[in-house]
């Protein structure tokens, strides 16, 4: 990844540091994700809830994972951020695990 598209993503992981996703129903995870990356200039084309074998989820409550496809300005490429689904307290999280990006 280059050093511009780091910084990039650097600024995303930084909207999801300063607030994070805490909702109470995992189908809301998706939603506060797309926010999220929309305040740090991207735009959620995908989102995709995985089950522990990184495949779709029957649904968002068995979510694993969840991972998000964006675009980012009028480039081409696809941007994408992973995060695992976490449970406590009767509440659902977001923890940032990697960030992507595919060259066209």
């Known amino acids: ?3 511009e598209m780091s910084l990039l993503h650097g600024k ?3 909207e ?5 996703c805490v909702v109470d129903a995992p189908d809301q995870l998706a939603e506060c994700a797309k926010s999220r990356l929309a305040a740090a200039g991207f735009e959620a084309k995908d989102v995709l809830y995985l089950d522990a ?3 779709p989820a029957e649904s968002p409550d068995k979510a694993r994972f969840l991972r998000v ?7 081409a490429d696809k ?3 992973t995060f695992a689904v976490l ?3 009767g509440k659902y999280k977001l923890l940032w695990l990697q ?4 060259t066209k």
């Open 16 to 20: 999801f540091d300063k607030n994070p």
């Open 79 to 81: 941007h994408i951020f």
């Open 69 to 75: 496809e964006a675009s980012y300005g009028g480039s």
């Open 87 to 89: 449970k406590s307290a």
């Open 99 to 102: 960030s992507a990006v595919e």
């Open 53 to 55: 074998n990184v495949d």
């Open 1 to 3: 990844m280059s050093v």
């Open 12 to 14: 995303a992981k930084e």
